[in-house]
């Protein structure tokens, strides 16, 4: 054979022999443990939505009432109104771990998405805005069970194991008014099927279908566990709703939880359809979130406006403790100034009454008639707060919400100057229905917070005898009603013997 032509040994390279042994790195330190992946790896497994989505095909923009069943690439917006989520395997999808059933409505209807998960659940809430990209619309299901009252359109996503869904969590909402406005809402006209609670609790609830309650949250119970029997813990709150006729309950439960966290005692706005409801033992009854029912939260149209309004006037009514405001008045001007005034308590009412944008400062001389700062002692409500809508009592500064665990800084109830006036020769003052400035309450007991939580009852009895009875002059202001520090109520900015 010529030596020109290549032999069939060149092909190959040669072979270490069986003994020769592998040798060993020059590095000293070990290998790092692991499974040979990536960081971005394991993340793009665990949470799909890391991944970059390019679809293949062009998506049409609809509203919700614009779908229709078959198979069309689809992009549609939506707030959540109802979510449960399901943990297990499924059938269809082998590869999830579960599912959220979601309602999702726009301002023209809803649609009912399953939205499978492969590992760890989605962080979803009533009321977040979502975008969603699919390639088929369903029917409702055959099976009757399966299906949602009032829904008629369905769609199932798979975003990061089937190519053509995707969805995306809008969390900062820059257009905060994208899809609030409620079914069938036509604008100067009062919205169909919505009733009063009182009306609703009357028998609205007895078989009446599509309907709406529109109520404020009033306030937030704490927290409460109850074992299941087959193992593990149901956790819940009770959130206390109203409206100008009636209170009622609504429970949450479990993975709603996370919903309320953004709800704001009087001022939060839910629009409830088809709610559910449970007959109490005390027979006013409670609601309930069912299959069917929606939650609109802070929907905008003119009643739920109208109804917050209302909720903040019942606010200013009714606590105790709205905040004093600071920078308002010239209290040393107020005390010592040339142009001093002096009220009575009927000139005073007369006074606001007349002109109430009107801002000013005055005194009034009255006499406590009745203290009220042992007994209040005894009950461990000397100092009041606020927080989550609930009313908080304790003899100390400072005391923990029971519901969200902060820490409230509290004010000396107003209630210890008895459940009896102030009075003068004209007329009377409701010690609760004034705004009292830290720096009066100090005054009128001549010891700060802090001293008074540690007075043992000989003390507090002695404060208690040495003010009941005692002629006092108060200095008052009273903030214009087309001021910012509104609050429709006198305030009093010191305490003069």
Not at 465 to 490: F, P, Q, Y
Request: aromatic share 8%.
């Amino acid at each position: 054979m010529p030596s020109s032509y290549p032999t069939i040994q060149s092909f190959y390279q040669p072979e270490l022999p069986a003994s020769t042994s592998i040798p060993e790195p020059t590095s000293s330190q070990p290998s790092p443990p692991g499974d040979g992946f990536t960081e971005s790896e394991l993340l793009a497994a665990q949470d799909p939505l890391t991944r970059p989505w390019n679809p293949t095909r062009e998506y049409t923009q609809l509203t919700i009432s614009s779908l229709v069943p078959g198979p069309l690439p689809v992009t549609f917006n939506g707030r959540i109104v109802n979510l449960s989520t399901i943990r297990g395997t499924s059938q269809k999808e082998k590869s999830a771990a579960g599912w959220h059933y979601l309602l999702i409505k726009d301002d023209s209807s809803v649609i009912s998405v399953k939205l499978y998960f492969a590992q760890t659940p989605y962080t979803l809430t009533l009321g977040l805005l979502l975008t969603i990209w699919t390639s088929f619309i369903s029917e409702p299901s055959k099976n009757p069970t399966h299906n949602t009252p009032g829904v008629s359109l369905y769609a199932n996503i798979f975003p990061g194991r089937v190519t053509s869904d995707h969805i995306l969590i809008h969390t900062s909402e820059s257009s905060p008014s994208i899809c609030r406005a409620p079914l069938n809402y036509v604008k100067s006209q009062s919205l169909t099927g919505l009733m009063t609670l009182a009306s609703y609790l009357a028998g609205g609830h007895d078989g009446v279908s599509g309907v709406k309650i529109l109520v404020c949250v009033k306030s937030i119970g704490a927290e409460k566990k109850l074992a299941r029997k087959q193992g593990g813990e149901n956790i819940l709150r009770d959130i206390t709703l109203f409206d100008h006729t009636a209170e009622i309950r609504l429970t949450i439960w479990n993975e709603l939880l996370p919903s309320i966290k953004s709800w704001k005692p009087n001022h939060t706005i839910l629009l409830l359809s088809n709610p559910g409801f449970r007959v109490t033992p005390a027979g006013k009854g409670s609601l309930g979130l069912t299959k069917a029912t929606m939650v609109e939260i802070d929907p905008e149209f003119a009643d739920a406006g109208w109804l917050r309004d209302y909720a903040g006037r019942v606010r200013q009514k009714e606590s105790l403790c709205l905040g004093f405001p600071e920078g308002v008045w010239d209290v040393e001007a107020a005390e010592g100034g040339v142009n001093r005034m002096f009220f009575t308590v009927g000139e005073l009412d007369v006074w606001v009454r007349a002109n109430p944008e009107q801002t000013f400062t005055g005194f009034v001389s009255v006499v406590i008639v009745e203290m009220d700062l042992v007994r209040l002692w005894r009950r461990n409500m000397v100092m009041y707060g606020e927080c989550c809508g609930i009313q908080l009592f304790s003899n100390t500064p400072q005391t923990p919400c029971p519901t969200c665990k902060t820490t409230i800084n509290l004010v000396l109830n107003p209630k210890i100057i008895g459940p009896h006036p102030m009075i003068d020769e004209t007329g009377s003052i409701d010690s609760s229905k004034l705004l009292w400035s830290p720096r009066a309450f100090q005054t009128l007991l001549n010891t700060s917070l802090e001293t008074l939580a540690t007075l043992t009852l000989p003390h507090i009895q002695a404060i208690q005898d040495r003010l009941l009875g005692l002629r006092i002059h108060l200095v008052i202001g009273w903030a214009g009603t087309n001021s910012e520090a509104a609050i429709g109520r006198s305030a009093v900015l010191n305490v003069m013997y």
